[in-house]
């Protein structure tokens, strides 16, 4: 282990220490058995610390700690099955806020990545940020042509910090999982792994510009979402120039009813985005927060969303998706014990699992939470539960969701703050079960067989001569094992034959020092000469007879 972790290591536990928060360093086996030391200490006995909640002291010493360690908290809060439900919530407040860096220095970093100067591009650049963030910050401009935009920055030298924080995480994820009983389960490392992944997206702005075309070209023609055009001759991969949108953020209730926006219909099109994008798209923008979602309120009654920043988004296999919607259909249906089958198919729990058990736990979590209205449960307090049931039934934590359960929770989120009365279950519902219809079932087969069709016809006359081929491929194949078959068994037959010839030769050598024994005691007692050299010749030619065959070479 490098010297600058070891040091960053001691770094974080003082941290930690420093905010009261002792008991998580001493939570790992081998330091179990000195937690009475901490007792020894004026510092425990005199801090105020044990006065705040213990979510707020490890919110404050990820700050502490530095951005990157309070966007891994930020990730960590949508983990409710990593964390305590109090460590959760406490870590959904962390805001991504740093310090700007200069104008100047912004200027320069532009003109670097563009290769000319500044003002060939832009007839104004504002040199206060519109924000500033951990990766990047964002200035407003005008072009040449007069389109307004803005332009987002990599933040200078912010690249060797993050792979030394991500040094630090991947440690303190080995020690847990090797040390921590719920380790093996939760996969610390891959969860690392994930945010790792999700950093070095976000440093790639090209990435980003190609997400944001991807999602616009998906809702080029939706009144449900409207995405900003990319300067793509502007974009570079630590700059990129996009178009400035006008609308009001969606955090702002108070402006979006006095311009006489239908919360009711703008809190029904968030979750319909959301669907549209998981399930008819596959590609979602997974860090829909609200800072990041504005609405334009040209037609008060049919609101339309705006988002921005794509840096981190998401998909899912095929067989996520179908087993997801299956999984929404049968939760909207109360079919609890599909979603325990489904839960066993997917391979999400043991094979081992007592399905009858499973359901009854899953049906005790969700049964209280339907024919209820938004305002009247927690999604997160429900994901928290089937997450306690999912624990007991050794269900292993699927990285790939985490991206869609984040994006999950943010949805529930807006919908509880823009109206409160708003159904999700009900409003999503629908969604699904047309999506099922046309993905699954013999409408969805129809479907598939029309679209699959002319490349069956086209390739019908070819079917003949494919057969034959692998037919003759198949025939090669079984020759290829019988000769691997016959080869195998004459290996075999080869060891044991050289193990019999082994055995002779350790038998022949055994009776040869017989003989020579026996030789040695005829020469010290000559009275015995009558009967112990015919014993030692029978040694003798008996020994010769096995070593003969024992060192015997096999002839051709």
């Known amino acids: 282990m490098k010297l600058t972790v070891i040091w960053r290591l001691i770094v974080i536990q003082y941290v930690f220490y420093r905010h009261g928060l002792d008991e998580l360093v001493l939570t790992l086996?081998?330091?179990r058995p000195v937690r009475f030391v901490k007792y020894l200490s004026p510092w425990y006995w005199l801090s105020n610390n044990r006065q705040r909640s213990r979510g707020q002291r490890l919110v404050e010493s990820l700050e502490d700690l530095g951005?990157?360690?309070?966007?891994?908290?930020?990730?960590?809060?949508?983990?409710?099955?990593?964390?305590?439900?109090?460590?959760?919530?406490?870590?959904?407040?962390?805001?991504?806020r740093v310090r700007p860096f200069p104008a100047e220095q912004a200027r320069k970093r532009i003109e670097r990545a563009l290769g000319f100067p500044i003002e060939s591009v832009f007839s104004f650049f504002e040199a206060e940020p519109m924000a500033s963030a951990s990766i990047a910050q964002v200035?407003?401009?005008?072009?040449?042509?007069?389109?307004?935009?803005?332009?987002k920055i990599v933040r200078p030298g912010i690249e060797p910090r993050i792979r030394q924080d991500l040094e630090i995480l991947y440690t303190i994820a080995r020690l847990a999982e090797k040390y921590w009983s719920e380790g093996p389960r939760l996969h610390p490392v891959d969860v690392v792994a994930e945010f790792d992944k999700t950093l070095m997206d976000e440093l790639d702005l090209m990435r980003e510009a190609a997400n944001a075309a991807e999602l616009r070209r998906h809702f080029e023609h939706s009144p449900l979402l409207y995405v900003p055009e990319i300067y793509w001759d502007l974009c570079r991969t630590d700059v990129l120039v996009q178009e400035r949108i006008f609308g009001i953020p969606i955090a702002q209730t108070d402006r979006l009813k006095a311009a006489g926006v239908d919360m009711k219909v703008l809190a029904e099109r968030g979750v319909e985005v959301f669907f549209t994008q998981v399930f008819d798209n596959n590609f979602?923008?997974?860090?829909?927060?609200?800072?990041?979602?504005?609405?334009?309120v040209t037609n008060p009654a049919q609101p339309k969303y705006m988002?921005?920043?794509?840096?981190?988004?998401?998909?899912?296999?095929?067989?996520?998706?179908?087993?997801?919607?299956?999984?929404f259909h049968a939760f909207f249906n109360r079919d609890y014990r599909r979603v325990a089958e489904l839960h066993?198919?997917?391979?999400?729990?043991p094979s081992s699992t007592r399905v009858e058990e499973f359901e009854s736990a899953i049906r005790t979590v969700c049964e209280p939470i339907f024919q209820k209205p938004l305002k009247e449960i927690s999604f997160g307090h429900f994901l928290f539960r089937l997450f306690q049931v999912a624990r007991r039934f050794?269900?292993?934590?699927?990285?790939?969701?985490?991206?869609?359960?984040?994006?999950?929770?943010?949805?529930?989120?807006?919908?509880?703050?823009l109206y409160p009365d708003l159904d999700l279950w009900v409003t999503a519902k629908p969604f699904i079960e047309r999506w099922m219809r046309e993905r699954i079932g013999p409408k969805a087969f129809l479907k598939?067989?029309?679209?699959?069709?002319?490349?069956?016809?086209?390739?019908?006359?070819?079917?003949?001569?494919?057969?034959l081929t692998a037919l003759k491929q198949a025939e090669k194949q079984t020759e290829l094992l019988i000769r691997q078959e016959k080869s195998i068994k004459s290996l075999r037959d080869e060891m044991m034959i050289q193990q019999q010839k082994q055995r002779y030769t350790l038998i022949g050598s055994v009776l040869l020092l017989g003989f020579l024994l026996t030789q040695s005691h005829v020469f010290y007692e000559p009275h015995s000469w009558f009967w112990l050299p015919a014993l030692a010749w029978v040694d003798l030619i008996l020994g010769l007879i096995f070593l003969y065959f024992g060192l015997k070479r096999k002839t051709a």
């Open 284 to 296: 979602f923008h997974a860090d829909m927060h609200p800072g990041n979602i504005f609405v334009d």
């Open 29 to 31: 086996p081998f330091l």
């Open 307 to 327: 988002a921005i920043d794509f840096g981190i988004v998401g998909s899912l296999m095929p067989e996520d998706q179908r087993y997801i919607a299956e999984n």
């Open 139 to 151: 200035h407003a401009a005008t072009l040449k042509n007069g389109d307004e935009v803005v332009v």
């Open 344 to 349: 066993v198919e997917s391979g999400w729990v």
């Open 67 to 96: 951005p990157i360690f309070v966007k891994f908290g930020q990730m960590l809060s949508t983990r409710k099955d990593l964390l305590p439900m109090d460590y959760a919530d406490a870590l959904s407040a962390l805001q991504d």
């Open 448 to 467: 598939r067989l029309k679209n699959e069709l002319p490349f069956m016809l086209d390739n019908l006359a070819e079917l003949p001569r494919i057969h």
């Open 394 to 417: 050794e269900m292993e934590v699927q990285p790939q969701l985490t991206l869609l359960q984040k994006t999950l929770l943010a949805i529930e989120g807006l919908g509880r703050n």
